[in-house]
């Protein structure tokens, strides 16, 4: 078989997350969506938030190039001209804060956007551009304080909680997630439309940066489930919590006609990216089988998942003409032990499936990425695995069955070689798993 015209595995599968990236570019899926806008007049003021927040402002100020702004971005991204440019003449204010565990910068500007959303006047339109990471960037603490709120976050990602667990109980202790913020601004008699980024399965825009401007399906009573499965106590937040249950505090906004003023799409998903990778592969002369974008759980078991499916195909025989590469998406999550080594959800993944796989003495490359450019606590973005790299790290002495109980994948692959580091992409539409069988 052969992967011309890329002589080496790795250059195919770093050039199919490029590409990927490049196709699913935040700035083009917003500029291609404003381009079919049939409102004629320019929203009032535009909201950007999450990992994309850049990338989509600066295509909304291309379109829109006096209307005021705010934007809360993760630390590590960098400014456009356009932006920069913007920000400088005081067109609009930036706020960068900490991801995934909120900071005092990120409450600071939630706080100054409800002030803007409170002077907007009646029919004025919000432009919001959301994405992943918002959450975080997101927090303006109800009922607790923001030491607790970290204290909360910490326990939960180390938990193993799904996004939608997290955010679940986020959404009940902010005055912006969950429909707030969206309530905030319809009570002036505004209207909303909301342009968002998905990095969640199902592509549900109430879980997407905790939904600030969609109804929110869930209940005080849900977030307090969350925590009894997980076996969190943290009184302040149960106390606030409980209170909610009683009927003491306002539930987050439940569907209804209130929202009709409100127009929420989803402009991008993880579903996206895969077809841009696997276009790219089979442009380069590799069969390409997208397995699906909902993958989720523990690292560890879809690992075995996806090497059971990869000796399937072996067992079965690959074509002769050209090799197969097996795409899936999702987001796994990892339960973290007591003293957690570097990594993230991509590179424990990868990890687990070098172990799985050894049993078989057949080739295989692949490549576990997060599409945002980060993987866990580590400076990946996640990491390659290549015929060889158990007997490497073997020769350098390096165990992968240790590293993998002590969550310290980011040190084996970087040790390897094995690590991809991209920094910060200015995107987040989840996770891309690219596995080739030769």
């Given at each position: ?162 996004i939608h667990d997290l955010n679940t109980v986020r959404k009940h202790l902010s005055q912006v997630k969950g429909g707030r913020l969206a309530q905030a601004a319809l009570q002036r008699g505004a209207v909303i439309t909301a342009l968002l980024l998905s990095d969640v399965i199902g592509d549900d825009p109430s879980v997407i940066a905790s939904g600030p401007t969609v109804p929110d399906p869930s209940t005080f009573a849900d977030a307090l489930t969350v925590l009894d499965r997980f076996g969190l106590d943290h009184p302040a937040v149960r106390a606030h919590l409980h209170r909610g249950v009683q009927g003491e505090l306002s539930e987050t906004p439940k569907p209804g006609p209130a929202f009709a003023a409100v127009q929420t799409e989803v402009i991008g998903s993880n579903r996206l990216l895969l077809e841009a990778a696997a276009a790219h592969l089979e442009a380069s002369g590799v069969r390409a089988i997208i397995l699906g ?146």
């Amino acid at each position: 078989m052969s992967l011309a015209p890329f002589a080496d595995p790795r250059a195919l599968l770093e050039a199919t997350y490029g590409a990927a990236l490049r196709a699913t570019d935040a700035g083009g899926l917003v500029r291609a969506r404003l381009q079919q806008r049939v409102n004629p007049f320019p929203p009032a003021l535009i909201l950007a938030f999450g990992k994309a927040s850049l990338p989509m402002l600066d295509a909304a100020l291309a379109v829109f190039p006096d209307v005021r702004f705010l934007a809360l971005a993760p630390d590590g991204l960098d400014l456009s001209p356009g932006v920069q440019a913007a920000v400088q003449a005081h067109q609009g204010e930036l706020h960068f804060a900490r991801h995934p565990v909120p900071d005092e910068r990120g409450v600071r500007g939630a706080m100054r956007l409800l002030e803007l959303v409170s002077g907007l006047q009646p029919g004025a339109e919000l432009l919001v551009l959301g994405s992943g990471g918002g959450s975080a960037l997101l927090c303006a603490p109800w009922g607790i304080t923001l030491l607790q709120k970290q204290a909360l976050t910490r326990d939960l990602l180390a938990s193993g909680a799904s996004i939608h667990d997290l955010n679940t109980v986020r959404k009940h202790l902010s005055q912006v997630k969950g429909g707030r913020l969206a309530q905030a601004a319809l009570q002036r008699g505004a209207v909303i439309t909301a342009l968002l980024l998905s990095d969640v399965i199902g592509d549900d825009p109430s879980v997407i940066a905790s939904g600030p401007t969609v109804p929110d399906p869930s209940t005080f009573a849900d977030a307090l489930t969350v925590l009894d499965r997980f076996g969190l106590d943290h009184p302040a937040v149960r106390a606030h919590l409980h209170r909610g249950v009683q009927g003491e505090l306002s539930e987050t906004p439940k569907p209804g006609p209130a929202f009709a003023a409100v127009q929420t799409e989803v402009i991008g998903s993880n579903r996206l990216l895969l077809e841009a990778a696997a276009a790219h592969l089979e442009a380069s002369g590799v069969r390409a089988i997208i397995l699906g974008d909902a993958f989720e759980g523990e690292a560890r078991e879809l690992a075995a998942l996806h090497a059971a499916v990869l000796r399937g195909v072996y067992t079965l025989g690959t074509p002769a003409a050209a090799p197969v590469a097996l795409l899936s998406g999702g987001e796994a999550t990892v339960t973290l032990g007591p003293t957690p080594g570097i990594g993230g959800r991509n590179q424990e993944f990868a990890l687990a499936l070098l172990l799985d796989w050894a049993e078989l003495n057949r080739p295989v490359w692949g490549l576990s990425a997060g599409s945002d450019g980060i993987d866990g606590a580590s400076a990946a973005a996640g990491a390659f695995l290549t015929p060889d790299s158990l007997e490497r790290a073997h020769a350098l002495g390096l165990s992968a069955a240790d590293a993998l109980v002590r969550h310290d994948s980011g040190s084996f692959f970087a040790a390897l070689g094995d690590a991809l580091t991209t920094g910060p992409s200015g995107q987040n539409l989840n996770d891309l798993r690219v596995l080739l069988a030769l």
